[in-house]
């Protein structure tokens, strides 16, 4: 009878183990999905309500049809002014690079992906490296980002990028080796 | 009589015997079957599949919610900006500041590709390699107002760049910009560095773990 008991004290055990585990899957799933939901359909909405707005708004004044075929791919952007980029710097807060071209982009605002290898050794085929944001401002030219402190920087190949920043002096060599502008 | 009553108890007490076998060998092989299913795949299985359907349910209570908040106030935005940089453009002054893209359709990708000349450049380890590539086939898209993404993919291992098109017929596209092969990505999945005319890197064999879209 023992035996029999500790038989099905282990089955439900390991039923109850499994059961904990599936709900609390569901559970933080739940969460994680709920979250992501509405940071992605905020940013998606972001995004389609500019640029149908924008195309209404473009084509009314030329009396051109908004709903006509040559514009059915249409996608608007447009370079910024300096104040425009400090405002949306505001806005979006800091972030990664990323997430501050991405925020640019969803709201019409021409953003390019920096990316800058540095000089620090890193292990076989990788490459150490600072994302930057960059803008084509109308007004002062091309202005680039650094996205977690927003500060406009500099970047210069073979420069240290800290030295050439006001930055405090870096633990390993971060002078810039290349780079490479994305639009 | 007293014989007879020996074997009935005797055959009473065999019965019993071999019924509490047979429940105890039951209980063990559930047990082991449960225990072996709770440490092994199934386990995990299920658990991953109620994440997901955890996961899925939230999204969708929530993405129209944020879609809906954030599309009046964009769309006013847009309408705004859109009318005033139209008025500019009708104006005599340089215009520099509108960006026309467009997404393309599939024929119009294969044929700015056969254009385009990025995949005839040669690989040279430290100095043009994939990322090279990508944000050239990214910006000379972009300089002929196709609208293209750089595609970041990492795994524990390597880093390589492709290029994405939303075409308007047939979706999400990815392309190998060393070779202009389309090529279909999901995380988990091995990069079919040969297949596409990929120069892959050492430890080749890992699979992508992320998908980065910088539009």
């Keep these: 009878m023992a035996l029999i008991g500790v038989g ?17 899957a569901r559970e933080s799933g739940f969460e994680e999905g709920y979250a992501q ?8 909405g972001t995004e389609a309500g500019y640029q149908e707005g924008s195309k209404v708004g473009y084509t ?43 925020y640019a982009e969803s709201n019409g605002i021409r953003a390019a992906y920096v990316r800058c290898p540095i000089a620090r050794e890193a292990p076989k085929g990788m490459v150490y490296l600072y994302q930057l944001v960059a803008f084509e401002t109308v007004d002062r030219g091309l202005v680039i980002i650094e996205p977690w402190s927003q500060r406009e920087v500099k970047v210069e190949v073979g420069e240290s990028y800290s030295r050439l920043n006001g930055f405090p002096a870096s633990p390993y060599d971060d002078a810039v080796t290349k780079m490479t502008i994305v639009w | 009589m007293g014989d007879l009553r020996e074997i009935n108890l005797a055959v009473a007490i065999g019965r019993v015997l071999l019924a509490t076998i047979a429940l105890l060998g039951g209980l063990i092989v559930l047990d082991i079957f449960v225990y072996l299913a709770a440490l092994g795949s199934t386990f995990d299985i299920k658990v991953a599949a109620a994440f997901s359907d955890g996961y899925n349910q939230g999204y969708a209570q929530t993405y129209k919610v ?10 006013e935005k847009g309408y705004e900006k859109g009318y005033e940089i139209s008025l500019e453009s009708g104006s005599n002054e340089k215009v ?44 000379n898209a972009e300089a002929k107002g196709i609208r293209a993404a750089y595609v970041r993919l990492r795994s524990k291992e390597w880093a390589h760049a492709v290029v994405a098109f939303e075409t308007v017929d047939r979706g999400l596209v990815f392309i190998e910009p060393q070779s202009d092969t389309q090529v279909e990505l999901a995380v988990g999945r091995i990069y079919p560095w040969w297949q596409v005319g990929a120069i892959s890197p050492l430890r080749y064999a890992e699979a992508i773990e992320e998908i980065q879209i910088i539009w």
């Design chain 2, 96 to 139: 520099d500041s509108l960006v026309q893209l467009h997404n393309p359709t599939y024929k119009e990708l294969r044929e700015f590709l056969a254009d385009d000349k990025t995949d005839s450049k040669p690989f040279i380890s430290g100095e043009y390699v994939c990322f090279d590539f990508a944000a050239e086939l990214n910006n």
């Design chain 2, 66 to 75: 944020g879609y809906q908040e954030a599309h009046g106030e964009a769309y």
């Design chain 1, 60 to 102: 009314q004044e030329k009396g051109v049809d908004s709903s006509s075929d040559n514009l059915e791919a249409y996608y608007f952007l447009y370079n910024p002014t300096y104040d425009e980029v400090q405002k949306l710097l505001v806005e979006a807060g800091a972030g990664s690079a990323k997430e501050i071209h991405d």
């Design chain 1, 8 to 24: 099905v004290g282990v089955s439900t055990h390991i039923y109850t183990n499994l059961t904990n585990g599936v709900a609390t």
């Design chain 1, 37 to 44: 939901g509405y940071e992605d359909g905020f940013k998606e």
